[in-house]
């Protein structure tokens, strides 16, 4: 098979895996501060592809988060500019984590495609797994349960994968994860129980 290989040299990959800066530029790194693992796999295992598959864009994945991010980011963005702008870059973050789990996939022997694979065929990703909300506090309460979420099926995932090269991956995508669920938490804190 012929893998595209887009690590470490891909266009956006410095910038989204936590390149530096324009000091004129908005923020767009979210993430805990590390390098990432190169994506890769000691063999081909399509089970596993597919446990990925379900973290890159199922129900509860990588795909649903930065879409919700993105959209939470556009209607907070004019009454709650630091929270649109927490939103807007972790939605890169994950939009970066969704890359490198297509990678793994393709070294899985898998198609990394937009939907997850059931014993019917494909599931396809849809745009009714966004929370979409109503005010702040709802969208964040549904940003944090999306990270909550994400932790438990990291974590399930990791003890159920016996690669040592996509395990690296995912415990390493779990620090972000736990790294958003921190910094979504203040948020609410700051704006919907200012006095507790
Ligand atoms: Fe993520
Ligand atoms: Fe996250």
């Known amino acids: 098979m012929n893998i595209k290989k887009t690590w470490p040299a ?22 805990y501060q590390a390098p990432y693992p190169e994506p890769k796999a000691e063999k081909p295992n399509l089970y596993y592809a597919r446990l990925l598959m379900d973290d890159m864009a199922g129900a509860v994945s990588e795909l649903t988060a930065l879409a919700q991010y993105l959209y939470h980011h556009q209607v907070l963005y004019e009454r709650y500019p630091d929270v ?48 979409y909300g109503y005010d702040i506090c709802d969208m964040l309460s549904a940003d944090i349960e999306a990270e909550r979420q ?42 919907c129980y200012p006095h507790r």
């Open 150 to 191: 994400a932790i438990i099926n990291y974590k399930r995932h990791i003890e159920m994968i016996d690669d040592k090269y996509v395990k690296a991956l995912l415990e390493r995508i779990l620090l972000d994860e736990q790294h958003h669920l921190e910094a979504f938490k203040a948020k609410r804190q700051k704006y």
């Open 10 to 31: 891909s266009k956006f990959g410095s910038r989204l895996r936590g390149g530096k800066q324009d000091e004129h530029s908005k923020p767009r790194w979210y993430a």
């Open 84 to 131: 649109a702008e927490l939103l807007e870059c972790t939605s890169i973050v994950e939009m970066t984590h969704m890359e490198l789990l297509a990678e793994t996939i393709m070294h899985l022997g898998g198609q990394p495609k937009l939907g997850v694979r059931t014993n019917c065929g494909m599931e396809w990703w849809r745009g009714d797994q966004v929370y």
